[in-house]
C-alpha cells in the first residue's frame, strides 16, 4: 500500500485570470483517470466573498442535507453533525439570494474552464450551456461530518429504470476550496482512489467514456479502461476495450448479454482467460448504496454510498488537504473517492460541482 499525499501548502498568492485555467499536463493526468490538484487556484478576494457568502446562505437556512434519499432521513436519521449538507439555490446557483455577484464571477470563471476541458479533452459538449445541465453548488461538513466512497456518475444502463431519463450526465467533477489555512489535523480530506502511477502512466485510451459508452472497469492491471456499449446491432450489450490508438474495439463479452439488475457483476460476462485481470470500478462491496436498486431510483444519480471504508485493499491513496484557493478536478465516471471526517472545530466548506456531457442517448419526457 502506497500512500501519496498531496497537501496544498496554504496562500502564495497568484493572478487571478492568468489563461489557461489548467496545463496540459493536468488535462492528461484527468485524460488517464488521474487527479489534477492546482493549489492558489482561486484569487483570494474569492475565496474570502465565497466563504463569507456560503456561511450567510447556511445561517439563513439555505442548505439542505444530501447523499441520503427522503426516507434514508427519516428511517436513519440525518444528523446535521454526521452528514454532508449542500447548498443548489432551490432554482440553481443563479438564484438571487447571498451574494450573487461574487457567485457570477466564480460560474464566468469555471464556465471558461468548462470551456478548456471541452476542448482539450474532446468532450464537445462539455462546452454548451444549459440551465438543467452543469451544476454548481456549496457543500458543507460540520466537524464530525463525512461522505461515504462513492463515483459521482454510473453508466445509465446500470441505475435501473430512471438510467436513461436524463439528457445530459456527469463528465468531469470539480472541487474548490474554501478554507484558509486549514490543516492535515483537521481532518476532511478528499481521498481519491486512483489507480497505481505506473497503471496512470501507462494508460493510452481516455477514462471514462467511449463514443458515448461509459466505462465500467479495468483490464491489464488497471492500465485499459473497460467499457460497456448497451447498443449493439445485437439488441443485447457488449463489454470492449479500444486498440491500437483509438482505432478499433476488442470485445471482451463472450456473447451479447442483457445487463442484469444490480447487484451486476460484469466479469460473469468476460472471455475467461481476461477475468482475473478484470477490475469493476463499482461493486456491491465498494458501493453498497448504488448496488442497492431502491436507494439509486430515489436518489440524485444513486451516487453516495453511506459506509466509510477503510480501503485497506486499495493500491493508491490520495489525500488531499482542502485548503483554500485549491482547485481539484477528475473524470466523474472513473473515480472512486469519499471524505474523511472532519476532527478539527470548525466547518469545512467548498464550491463543487460537475460538468456535464450529451447522454447519448436519453428517453422523452
Ligand atoms: O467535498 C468534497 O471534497 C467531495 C464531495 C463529493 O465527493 C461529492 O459531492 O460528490
Ligand atoms: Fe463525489
Not at 484569487?43 to 447556511?58: K, N, R, S
Not at 486498440?243 to 463479452?253: D, G, K, M, Q, V
Not at 473524470?331 to 469545512?348: I, M, W, Y
Request: aromatic share 8%.
Amino acid at each position: 500500500l502506497s500512500s501519496n499525499t498531496a497537501a496544498a501548502t496554504t496562500t502564495t498568492t497568484t493572478n487571478s485570470c492568468s489563461s489557461p485555467l489548467i496545463s496540459t499536463e493536468d488535462i492528461q493526468k484527468i485524460s488517464q483517470g488521474g487527479v489534477a490538484i492546482i493549489p492558489n487556484w482561486l484569487p483570494p478576494h474569492l475565496i474570502t466573498a465565497m466563504h463569507d457568502d456560503a456561511q450567510q446562505l447556511f445561517q439563513d437556512g439555505q442548505f439542505r442535507p444530501d447523499g441520503l434519499t427522503n426516507t434514508a432521513i427519516k428511517e436513519q436519521g440525518f444528523s446535521k453533525k454526521a452528514d454532508r449538507q449542500t447548498f443548489r439555490g432551490g432554482a440553481g446557483w443563479d438564484s438571487d439570494i447571498g451574494d450573487l455577484k461574487t457567485r457570477q464571477e466564480f460560474a464566468d470563471r469555471m464556465k471558461e474552464l468548462r470551456i478548456q476541458l471541452a476542448q482539450s479533452l474532446n468532450r464537445p459538449t462539455l462546452a454548451e450551456d444549459g440551465t438543467l445541465k452543469h451544476e454548481m453548488t456549496y457543500n458543507w461538513y460540520e466537524p464530525g461530518a463525512k461522505l461515504g466512497r462513492h463515483l459521482d456518475e454510473h453508466h445509465e444502463e446500470t441505475k435501473g429504470p430512471t438510467g436513461w431519463m436524463t439528457p445530459t450526465r456527469r463528465s468531469v467533477t470539480w472541487l474548490v476550496y474554501l478554507n484558509e489555512g486549514w490543516t492535515k489535523e483537521e481532518g476532511g480530506a478528499l481521498r481519491c482512489l486512483p489507480r497505481s502511477d505506473a497503471s496512470i502512466q501507462k494508460n493510452t485510451v481516455q477514462v471514462g467514456c467511449h463514443e458515448g459508452n461509459l466505462q465500467v472497469g479495468w483490464i491489464n492491471d488497471g492500465v485499459d479502461p473497460v467499457f460497456l456499449d448497451v447498443f449493439r446491432e445485437s439488441g443485447g450489450a457488449a463489454l470492449y476495450q479500444v486498440n491500437n490508438n483509438n482505432a478499433e474495439r476488442e470485445i471482451l463479452s463472450v456473447r451479447d448479454f442483457d445487463v442484469p439488475a444490480q447487484p451486476i457483476d460484469f466479469s460473469k460476462f468476460l472471455k475467461e482467460d481476461i477475468r482475473e485481470s478484470f477490475a469493476q470500478i463499482s461493486t456491491s462491496r465498494l458501493d453498497p448504496r448504488f448496488a442497492n436498486k431502491d436507494a439509486a431510483a430515489n436518489n440524485n444519480n444513486g451516487a453516495i454510498a453511506q459506509h466509510d471504508f477503510e480501503c485497506s485493499d486499495e493500491p493508491t491513496i490520495l489525500d488531499v488537504t482542502p485548503v483554500a484557493g485549491t482547485l481539484v478536478v477528475f473524470d466523474s465516471v472513473s473515480l472512486p473517492h469519499l471524505v474523511r471526517e472532519v476532527t478539527g472545530k470548525r466547518q469545512r466548506i467548498a464550491a463543487t460541482g460537475w460538468f456535464h456531457e450529451d447522454s447519448q442517448f436519453s428517453i422523452e419526457m
